[in-house]
């Protein structure tokens, strides 16, 4: 279970290692958004660093950077908190986040099975999401919207993309801001991939921003906190050949091909990826 010591200058200390460490390069907005709320980021330090949270997440986090990824997109005690179509990753962080600081966590589809037991991480509450579903909360009552690696999914379906941000953007309140994190396919162009493009993973920042703006939600910064330089974006099964699904084939079904090396691909880690922080207007 997680608990809020009482020494906030150790916690502060624990979270500025914790993100010196796991972070490759952080830009000035991300910056001045750690500086502006050290209270936030000592508690979400404990948050990550909490033992409960499964092994097979916590190797990720070099990848992922979720404390300053959170802190990017402005996290703080007490905010009501929708995840988009989540994973246990950010739900085993977010929630029990929001249990510590009197918040509240909100996913998108069916309750996580790994989050299930609520006395050690927090309540959750789960809204349904898809083109028929209404709105995801009452009107402009939710601080933040979260989406990790999702855009890259509805971006083929315009018709389920648009309905989706115009949820998220009648989701937030005056102020409220959008964060998303994707595979970036910049600078090359997306791939067409069987007829979508997009197909292979990677998005743009231009169809992110696209998409976003028809919503009525304006782009508010962006940072390098999950950029891999290492990532070519040129792999044989699309951004699904790196970590952590590591295909060895297409789709992961039939046999591997002929002089395929997979350490190659685990050795680049996880994508290339853009993280914009929208908002929308007071």
């Known amino acids: 279970m997680i608990r809020t010591t009482k020494n906030l200058a150790a916690l502060a200390t624990m979270a500025a290692a914790l993100m ?3 972070t490759p390069a952080i830009d000035s907005a991300n910056a001045q958004t750690m500086q502006a709320a050290p209270q936030a980021d000592a508690m979400l330090a404990t948050a990550v660093a909490n033992p409960a949270r499964s092994e097979a997440n916590k190797v990720r986090d070099a990848q992922r950077n979720p404390a300053p990824t959170l802190a990017f997109f402005g996290l703080k005690p007490g905010m009501t908190v ?3 179509q989540p994973g246990s990753y950010y739900a085993e962080i977010l929630a029990p986040y929001a249990k510590a600081t009197g918040g509240k966590y909100i996913g998108t589809g069916n309750p996580i099975a790994a989050v299930a037991d609520q006395a050690v991480w927090g309540a959750q509450t789960y809204v349904p999401l898809s083109r028929e579903s209404g709105p995801l909360v009452p009107a402009g009552t939710a601080d933040m919207v979260l989406t990790f690696r999702n855009f890259h999914n509805w971006y ?3 018709a389920t993309l648009d309905k989706y941000f115009a949820d998220f953007a009648a989701a ?6 959008l964060g998303v994190v994707d595979h970036r396919a910049d600078p090359r162009a997306e791939a067409n991939v069987s007829g979508r493009l997009g197909g292979d993973g990677y998005v743009s920042k231009a169809s992110v921003v696209a998409a976003a703006q028809k919503a009525g939600l304006v782009l508010d910064a962006e ?3 999950n950029a891999n330089p290492k990532d070519t974006k040129d792999h044989p099964f699309g951004v699904w050949t790196l970590p952590p699904n590591s295909w060895t084939s297409p789709r992961n079904q039939g046999e591997t091909p002929v002089g395929f090396d997979a350490a190659k691909y685990k050795a680049v880690g996880e994508s290339d990826r853009l993280t914009l922080r929208f908002r929308k207007p007071a």
Request: with cysteine; glycine share 12%; aromatic share 6%.
């Open 20 to 22: 010196a460490c796991s």
């Open 82 to 84: 929708i995840e988009v």
């Open 156 to 158: 083929w379906q315009p």
């Open 172 to 177: 937030l309140k005056p102020g409220g801001v």
């Open 223 to 225: 940072s390098e906190i």
